[in-house]
């Protein structure tokens, strides 16, 4: 069992920053690429962003691409999302999920991550 649990969240204004956390329990992180998801209210959640097992390979949403970095530090089993110039758009519930398959994440296949964190509350005023 691998548990979740984000960090870092808070209001700050449009075109500001915010550094996400997201701690994972266990000894093995590094078999899980991990990943960031948002749902912003009365929508779907959607993917955000992906990093491969041992930080080799990344993937972004279109939407955040340029903006937004995702990290992770295997020896602190630990993964970041360093989110920069934010826009009231970026509102939402940010999720941490971990899966075996980094294509799953990829694909933004929410109902196959194999774990989930109960979230972070990001909010950016105009």
């Known amino acids: 069992q691998v548990q979740l649990v984000e960090s870092g969240g808070g209001l700050v204004q449009a075109g500001g920053s915010l550094k996400l956390s997201c701690a994972t329990s266990?000894?093995?992180?590094?078999?899980?690429?991990m990943g960031w998801f948002r749902q912003a209210p009365g929508k779907e959640r959607e993917f955000v962003a992906t990093i491969s097992r041992f930080g080799g390979m990344e993937y972004y949403a279109d939407s955040v691409k340029g903006r937004f970095t995702i990290s992770r530090d295997n020896a602190k089993n630990t993964v970041y999302l360093q989110t920069n110039s934010l826009k009231p758009e970026d509102t939402a519930v940010y999720y941490c999920?971990?899966?075996?398959?980094?294509?799953?994440?990829?694909?933004?296949?929410?109902?196959?991550?194999?774990?989930w964190g109960k979230g972070t509350l990001v909010t950016v005023s105009s």
């Open positions: 999920a971990a899966d075996r398959i980094f294509n799953t994440m990829v694909r933004g296949e929410t109902s196959a991550m194999d774990y």
């Open positions: 266990g000894r093995t992180f590094s078999s899980y690429s």
